[in-house]
């Protein structure tokens, strides 16, 4: 049983350190072109000959879109994973990126609509899906808003890493905040006003306290927190679009959802945040993230499919 020292909490943190010092960091320092060049690699290897998550991404392209000639989906597909692989190459440079690069890499078109709801003291919910560059979106959002941008996600398990990825994605402002310490952030009301970057397409764990509506043409269980946070603190919503311009250029600009949720009806801020990535999505399908197994839950019988 010697091998076992192999799996020992100090060879975990020594590896990871091996991997940080002598791969992540060295590739970050790299000029966008040399990564790219790694991503055409990726390209290559991963898609084209391992094969990574095709089966996923097709099975989700084809019930996504059954209307489509095979041959359209395919090129969705292939251009989907380059597309992956250039988010692979731009969040290695992230942890060496300065404040400019962040900036060019992310624009805000129309930060007066967030900041006329920070002067007056209001915090925000920006609510996003996992589309385009949305880590380039957050690490850039600090710099360019007066509000305070903060993030809720779920720690690592490995220590290092938790500690490495923190600092940069916290390094122009933005607040990480681990998921079990959200009500006590969002009750602290300290060093506000915050803009509240929430992601809306993952697939939620429980069905049952889950938002069931119709999402690129099949039932899927929507997370609720945003609502439920933006009508408990009265939170104004809106929703974070960010479009792609060239390779590692991208924009961000915002729509407004609601400055009253507390007078939403049920459900009616979820649909609409809903719809509003649907269709980003139906526009330019190649830029969300499908291999992400988005539909693994099943509505139950007495829950109710809600569509405007």
């Known amino acids: 049983m010697g091998w076992l020292f ?12 091996l991997l940080y010092y002598l791969i992540i960091l060295p590739l970050s320092r790299l000029p966008m072109p040399w990564l790219y060049g790694v991503s055409n690699v990726l390209y290559w290897i991963l898609y084209k000959w391992v094969g990574y998550r095709k089966k996923v991404v097709w099975d989700n392209l084809i019930k996504s879109f059954p209307d489509r000639e095979e041959k359209e989906l395919r090129q969705i597909m292939d251009k989907f994973y380059r597309h992956f692989f250039d988010l692979i190459a731009e969040s290695l440079k992230m942890f060496s990126m300065s ?3 962040a900036i060019a890499g992310c624009r805000v078109v129309n930060r007066e609509l967030l900041d006329a709801y920070t ?3 209001r915090d925000i919910i920006i609510t996003a899906g996992h589309y385009n560059n949305w880590e380039f979106a957050a690490l850039s959002l600090g710099l360019q808003i007066d509000g305070i941008p903060a993030g809720i996600y779920h720690p690592l398990k490995n220590k290092f890493f938790e500690q490495k990825i923190k600092a940069s994605r916290g390094k122009y402002g933005m607040i990480l905040v681990p998921k079990q310490d959200t009500k006590s952030f969002l009750s602290s009301g300290e060093g506000g006003p915050f803009a509240l970057l929430m992601g809306t397409d993952q697939s939620p764990h429980d069905a049952r306290k ?9 039932e899927t269980a929507v ?16 929703f974070g679009h960010i ?3 060239s390779r590692g250029k ?7 959802i609601t400055e009253n949720p507390q007078e939403s009806a049920y459900g009616e801020i ?23 197994k988005r539909w693994k839950r099943q509505r139950p019988e007495d829950m109710q499919l809600v569509n405007g």
């Open 119 to 121: 002067r007056q003291g």
């Open 6 to 17: 192999l799996f020992s909490d100090q060879n975990m943190l020594c590896m990871a350190q």
């Open 270 to 292: 979820t649909l609409r945040h809903t719809q509003i990535l649907e269709k980003d999505i139906l526009q330019q399908p190649e830029y969300w993230l499908w291999t992400h």
């Open 243 to 245: 479009r792609k311009i």
């Open 223 to 238: 997370m609720f927190g945003t609502e439920k946070i933006a009508k408990e603190y009265n939170h104004v919503v809106v």
């Open 210 to 218: 889950a938002f069931w509506t119709t999402f690129l043409g099949r």
């Open 99 to 101: 404040a400019e690069e």
């Open 250 to 256: 991208y924009e961000m600009w915002f729509e407004l």
